[in-house]
């Protein structure tokens, strides 16, 4: 499972688990030449998903004239900048400013071209004043997860908020970022803390595989969404990057304590767990280890976020060897088509590499599709199984399955496993309609 980063779908962990307008701005009508509508929902809808997210925020509403900013020449020169993202979305504001989210991109590049902007605008007209995040330039590049209440209520200053779909309720301000007294009287908490009630399962399904036998596993999370309700209502836990993370580390040692009380509810179904890895060499696993009843030894899956990995290497090939030696498989979590390409799945030596399904991988064509797709067959002729995670609709199962993907979770399979039909049933279905 993906555990959300800070603000971004575990991946932070949901499952235990983001031109200028033309210059009349007035006198369109908003909701059809605007983004603001688009942007607030993009937001709302993947503050769990923002690791590796920045947002690059040109500030043209606070240029003395704005009549001297030269859109077109802006978008191209963010355009040339921003050919190899990993992704990328612009957005153009209703007071004249410009968004860009993107990922995968050198800092100082996109500093450069900034700065580059900035002088070209500068040449010709003045700032009117400190930008709404207290600095002097026309320009700030922001890492999202970081700065994500602030962007929300920038958006909210410029927008009437029934204006703006998605927007929060007239009145309601965004939760403030938990800080670390508060903190603490969550950790207290979740020791004593049944965590029963909020721990669910998904399965991964193998979809060329026909029979009653072709759940892969089970993978476990928590709703952090209802944990926060329950815990710290009045506070975003994860708005602050390395709070959420102890706060992880602190839910990994309660689901840890909860397993020990015994697996039985899962029958003899494999299980993944989604686990930080300093965790899994800590004591509170070796306990867990310890209790891990018979039947379920080779039975476990740790998924690993990809983030996580590349922070600490090291811990990784340390896992590798308790790994072999105590029989658990690993999965690499949280990838997408970018960095999927990054990685050398077989030198990690990973059972299993989960790729979020998104309808980029449609619009993958040349260089890029054959780097993705050449992995996807490596994996199948190799240990490594592809799983194509999140699909929330049958397009996603359609695409594995056309692409050589044997793998799939989401909400789209748990909802055709509900109503009794078979995988393999749902998606000729849906293929034989798309014809």
């Not at 191209?76 to 991109?105: C, P, T, W």
């Not at 890492?143 to 410029?158: G, Q, Y």
Request: net charge negative; charged share 25%; glycine share 6%.
């Amino acid at each position: 499972m993906n555990r959300p980063t800070p603000q971004q779908q575990r991946p932070l962990r949901d499952h235990i688990r983001v031109t200028p307008g033309t210059r009349n701005a007035a006198a369109l009508p908003r909701e059809q030449e605007f983004d603001d509508p688009k942007l607030m929902t993009l937001l709302q809808s993947a503050t769990k998903e923002m690791q590796g997210l920045r947002l690059v925020h040109l500030h043209l509403s606070l240029l003395d004239n704005t009549e001297l900013s030269d859109t077109a020449v802006i978008n191209r020169m963010l355009g040339e900048v921003s050919a190899n993202a990993a992704h990328l979305q612009m957005f153009n504001m209703s007071n004249g400013d410009i968004i860009m989210l993107y990922k995968g991109l050198k800092f100082s590049a996109v500093e450069d071209v900034c700065k580059k902007i900035e002088a070209q605008l500068l040449a010709k007209t003045k700032m009117k004043g400190a930008n709404p995040y207290k600095e002097t330039t026309v320009w700030s590049i922001l890492e999202l997860s970081m700065n994500f209440v602030h962007v929300i209520r920038w958006l909210e200053s410029i927008t009437k908020a029934e204006g703006v779909a998605g927007a929060l309720t007239p009145g309601v301000e965004a939760k403030p970022a938990i800080g670390p007294e508060e903190l603490g009287k969550i950790d207290k908490a979740l020791r004593m803390f049944d965590l029963s009630p909020f721990l669910f399962n998904q399965a991964i399904v193998n979809i060329r595989d026909d029979s009653d036998k072709n759940k892969e596993y089970f993978e476990l999370y928590i709703t952090i969404k209802g944990l926060q309700d329950r815990l710290s209502p009045d506070f975003d836990l994860s708005a602050n990057k390395w709070l959420f993370n102890y706060f992880t580390s602190s839910l990994d040692q309660s689901l840890l304590r909860s397993l020990n009380h015994g697996l039985e509810f899962m029958g003899n179904e494999s299980i993944g767990i989604n686990i930080n890895l300093s965790t899994v060499l800590s004591p509170a696993f070796q306990k867990f280890d310890e209790r891990l009843p018979a039947a379920f030894r080779g039975k476990v899956v740790l998924e690993i976020n990809k983030g996580d990995l590349m922070e600490n290497l090291q811990l990784y090939r340390q896992l590798l060897d308790l790994a072999a030696q105590r029989e658990y498989r690993i999965c690499i979590d949280g990838l997408n088509e970018f960095w999927i390409t990054q990685f050398d799945l077989e030198s990690l030596g990973c059972d299993y590499a989960k790729v979020f399904w998104s309808n980029d991988l449609m619009t993958l064509e040349g260089e890029h599709e054959r780097a993705f797709l050449e992995k996807v067959e490596t994996a199948r002729n190799g240990r490594c199984k592809f799983i194509l995670a999140r699909c929330g609709t049958v397009t996603g199962l359609m695409y594995a399955h056309n692409h050589g993907i044997d793998m799939v979770q989401g909400q789209a399979v748990d909802t055709v496993l509900r109503k009794g039909i078979r995988i393999t049933e749902a998606i000729k279905t849906a293929m034989m309609m798309d014809d």
